[in-house]
T-cell receptor
Framework: SQQGEEDPQALSIQEGENATMNCSYK?????LQWYRQNSGRGLVHLIL?????REKHSGRLRVTLDTSKKSSSLLITASRAADTASYFC??????????FGAGTRLTVKP | DAGVIQSPRHEVTEMGQEVTLRCKPI?????LFWYRQTMMRGLELLIY????????DSGMPEDRFSAKMPNASFSTLKIQPSEPRDSAVYFC????????????FGSGTQLSVL
């Protein structure tokens, strides 16, 4: 079963707009990671946030984590057509597993 | 570094045939993961190696699937016999230090079993 559940499943925006994706999970985690997958390619790690952190930035990416609500959000600011991809959250629960959600498919129109 | 290298990139085979997927992790990484991706089930962890030792294979669907890591630079995932429901994209990923952090993924093997 999938641990992380991304919302929305699909998102379409215009270039220059911000894109926000959410991830909810069910059990306690050590960290939460966001990955990007371009069509036909492998996943690429974007950012990791630990359970004792609330917010993290990397370039145009901003990730928040609310452990009380068991949720995280990924914000991409000033989106570009090249940001078109699927975005996955992955939760490390401290076991021998790291679960990926079903992903959000982002389309950025030029 | 060339990244995680998987071969073949595409594999088309007939039901009942043996399929072997190959993976070369990034040099120095000591954790290796095999994932399977389908539209219906998303990304599923099949097996996880740490220092060439299988740590958790609970995700391997059934006895038809087997994985080996004979050394730090090579792993195989074998399906014998293959079935149409095995059709999926199989990814290999590696990470540093035995942690499930910042996985580096290969480009995947697109498997079609007819």
């Amino acid at each position: 079963s999938q641990q992380g559940e991304e919302d929305p499943q699909a998102l379409s925006i215009q270039e220059g707009e911000n894109a926000t994706m959410n991830c909810s999970y069910k059990t306690s985690i050590n960290n939460l990671q966001w990955y990007r997958q371009n069509s036909g390619r492998g996943l690429v790690h974007l950012i990791l946030i630990r359970s004792n952190e609330r917010e993290k930035h990397s370039g145009r990416l901003r990730v928040t984590l609310d452990t009380s609500k068991k949720s995280s959000s990924l914000l991409i600011t000033a989106s570009r057509a090249a940001d078109t991809a699927s975005y996955f959250c992955a939760t490390d629960m401290g076991t021998n597993d790291m679960r990926f959600g079903a992903g959000t498919r982002l389309t950025v129109k030029p | 570094d060339a990244g995680v290298i998987q071969s073949p990139r595409h594999e088309v085979t007939e039901m009942g045939q043996e399929v072997t997927l190959r993976c070369k992790p990034i040099s120095g990484h000591n954790s290796l993961f095999w994932y399977r991706q389908t539209m219906m089930r998303g990304l599923e962890l099949l097996i996880y190696f740490n220092n060439n030792v299988p740590i958790d294979d609970s995700g391997m669907p059934e006895d038809r699937f087997s994985a080996k890591m004979p050394n730090a630079s090579f792993s195989t995932l074998k399906i014998q016999p293959s079935e149409p429901r095995d059709s999926a994209v199989y990814f290999c990923a590696s990470s540093l230090g035995g942690r499930r952090e910042k996985l580096f993924f290969g480009s995947g093997t697109q498997l079609s079993v007819l």
